[in-house]
Each structure stands twice: as structure tokens, then as C-alpha cells.
């Protein structure tokens, strides 16, 4: 395993990314016949034409189908690349916020995707997950719905957090 990886102090949530997307691999190959993914070819493509800047785009597409008020504003930046014997993960974060006129930098949320691409099975589609800052449920695109209850849960633990620390 070959890491490209800014730093060793990743987040606790890449790290499970890596893990989930790992061990799912690792089922398939135990199994006679894999299971035909669920991922829509369509929506991330194969893994013969990933590109990272396809994938930050790919990632923008699907925030923009979240059913999420307009005032959550986000950035989506390249986090770095995990490489296995079969596969490459590239690392995602989207960062959202909420800003007002009263906190025009509000609190910020974390949003990790993990994009596995073969290097073996080009033809397959580019595997997605994604994870919340402080979360350990794994998301599947396609599979779990986005609520914007999560990005609120999570900033409001955050200012409740802030605020005891105040006190």
C-alpha cells in the first residue's frame, strides 16, 4: 500500500472510507460471482475515464441533486490518493456552511467522498462513498438519501460545543 496522502494526521473518517471501500473489495473477490454494483454508470462513469478533476466535477453533480437550502454554501477540494495493489481511492472533502449576517463564517462541515478506481477492471464503474465530519456511517451514492438534517445536526453540535467552552 502506497500512500499519497498530505501528512499523517488524516481524519479518523478517511481512514474508514478506505477501510469500507477495502473490505467491500475484498467480499467480492471472496465471492463466486460479485454482485453487479449499484452505482449509476452514468453518474460516475467507469473507471477507464476517471480523471481527478472529473471527479471534483462529478461530486459538485451530485451535491447539486441534495435536496438542501440555498444557503448551505460549499467547496469541493482534491484531498489526496491512496493506493492499493488493484486500486486507486482519491480523496474528496466538501466543505459546507451556512453563513449569516450575524456569523458570516459559520461553523463548517466535512463531507469526505472516496472514488475507487481499478486498475485492473477498467470497464467497471468508479465505486463512491462518502462520510460526515464526526459520523461513522458510510453513505453510498444511490443507495442512502441526503438530508440536510445532518449538516444542521452538525453544526449545531458544534456551536453547543462552542458554547460550553465559553462558559
Not at 2 to 23: H, V, W, Y
Request: include cysteine; glycine fraction near 4%.
Amino acid at each position: 500500500m502506497e500512500r499519497d496522502l498530505p501528512g499523517t494526521n488524516e481524519p479518523a473518517e478517511l481512514t474508514l472510507l478506505i477501510k469500507s471501500l477495502r473490505f467491500e473489495r475484498q467480499l467480492k473477490e471472496e465471492l463466486e460471482t460479485p454482485p453487479a454494483s449499484m452505482m449509476d454508470r452514468t453518474v460516475w462513469g467507469l473507471c477507464r475515464d476517471f480523471t481527478i478533476r472529473g471527479g471534483h466535477f462529478k461530486i459538485e453533480a451530485y451535491i447539486k441533486t441534495w435536496d438542501i437550502q440555498p444557503v448551505w454554501v460549499y467547496n469541493v477540494d482534491y484531498f489526496g490518493l491512496e493506493r492499493d495493489k488493484d486500486c486507486k481511492i482519491h480523496l474528496y472533502r466538501a466543505l459546507f456552511m451556512a453563513p449569516t449576517a450575524g456569523k458570516p463564517i459559520g461553523d463548517r462541515v466535512s463531507i469526505y467522498f472516496a472514488m475507487e478506481i481499478s486498475k485492473t477492471e477498467l470497464e467497471a464503474p468508479v465505486e463512491v462513498r462518502f462520510i460526515l465530519e464526526s459520523r461513522r456511517l458510510i453513505h453510498t451514492p444511490g443507495r442512502s438519501k441526503f438530508s440536510e438534517k445532518w449538516l444542521t445536526d452538525i453544526t449545531e453540535t458544534k456551536d453547543l460545543f462552542q458554547r460550553m467552552m465559553e462558559s
